[in-house]
């Protein structure tokens, strides 16, 4: 039986819940969210007990794993505190605000040998797994990809230095994608735009942006995002090789290739394709069940901070 915990019952967590109802031999132990009626609407529909403090709930509940969940501006200490106790981590992306909190999970991560998967989601649909396996031994040239959707009724989002902005949040998703399946970055230029969304309170992050990447490989990349657009989410990601052009989206990976052009569908939930990956590594104790490590979500943080901080100076930032 795995006994897990949880910090953070927030929107989120309720999709990490319901796919883990349906894994076998869990057990929810604990559930913390600094919102008191949060943790114990949890505890109250899956079980286990509730809390506002996860130093206690550690403490007392003893869990094998935890789900960290929380806004970008909570993590560091509880990760450093879950590592130190020898619980295994599932952490909800961005892994932090700063890179300094990363450095120190990371570290803390690396000492204590736990198990460490951050929520890089789309590394798990299966159409991703189906373009990483076709681009292998092709080379990218042109990388684009597309982020458009409206803003989330969320009072951190909005806030820079609570959520980082959007390429924190949402943008960073097809960074990882980028890095997952093209190789690493070297250098980051970004611009942001400000000036539609002034009549929103407490509103100061950037409108869109559009961020150029320059690849290790020698290929161009580019992002798009905005949070303007009163519409739920639009989202692709582009890859184009001298053999052929991938188009990845939520619903389909379109290949055009020789000629032809194929379609594939995803099969498989990402989400739960995550959360079953994880425990099965908790379980086994295979590392090589999880497809974004802490140290793998590093890098891609790294290159996300470069953004932001791009778009602050102005100027183009080495990763
Ligand atoms: N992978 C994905 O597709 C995906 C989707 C949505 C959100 N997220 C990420 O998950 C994180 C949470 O997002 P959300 O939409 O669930 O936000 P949310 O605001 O709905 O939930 C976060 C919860 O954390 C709680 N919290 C804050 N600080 C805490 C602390 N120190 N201890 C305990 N609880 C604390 C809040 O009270 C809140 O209930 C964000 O970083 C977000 O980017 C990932």
Redesign the pocket.
């Known amino acids: 039986m795995v006994r897990l915990a949880f910090?953070?019952?927030?929107?989120?967590?309720q999709v990490h819940y319901r796919n883990l109802t349906t894994l076998d031999e869990i057990e929810f132990v604990g559930h913390?969210?600094?919102?008191r009626d949060?943790a114990q609407e949890a505890a109250a529909q899956y079980g286990g007990e509730a809390y506002t403090d996860?130093r206690v709930m550690f403490e007392e509940v003893k869990p094998h794993a935890v789900y960290v969940?929380?806004?970008?501006y909570?993590h560091g200490d509880?990760e450093i505190e879950a590592a130190r106790k020898g619980i295994h981590l599932f952490i909800?992306?961005?892994i932090a605000l700063d890179c300094a909190t990363a450095k120190a999970v990371s570290e803390a991560v690396r000492k204590s040998g736990v198990l460490c998967s951050v929520?890089y989601?789309f590394r798990y649909s299966d159409t991703t797994v189906r373009a990483r396996k076709m681009l292998r031994g092709k080379t990218p040239s042109l990388i684009m990809g597309l982020w458009s959707s409206g803003l989330p009724e969320?009072w951190?989002w909005r806030q820079m230095d609570k959520s980082g902005g959007q390429i924190m949040?949402q943008t960073t998703?097809l960074i990882d994608m980028i890095r997952y399946l093209c190789g690493d970055v070297a250098e980051v230029y970004a611009a942001g735009a400000s000036g539609c969304m002034n009549q929103i309170k407490d509103y100061d992050i950037h409108d869109s942006s559009v961020i150029t990447m320059c690849m290790k490989t020698g290929a161009t990349a580019s992002i798009a995002s905005s949070c303007v657009a009163g519409y739920n989410g639009h989202k692709f990601l582009d890859i184009v090789t001298p053999e052929s052009s991938f188009h990845l989206s939520d619903n389909r990976l379109t290949v055009r290739e020789d000629g032809k052009l194929s379609q594939y569908h995803p099969k498989k939930d990402m989400y739960f394709e995550e959360s079953r990956s994880f425990i099965e590594a908790v379980r086994t104790g295979k590392r090589n069940r999880l497809r974004c490590t802490y140290s793998d979500a590093l890098k891609t943080f790294k290159v996300t901070a470069a953004a932001n901080e791009s778009i602050q100076s102005g100027l183009p930032v080495k990763v």
């Open positions: 910090v953070g019952c927030g929107s989120i967590q913390c969210d600094t919102e949060r996860y969940a929380v806004p970008p909570a509880i909800e992306k961005p929520g989601c969320i951190w949040v998703h």
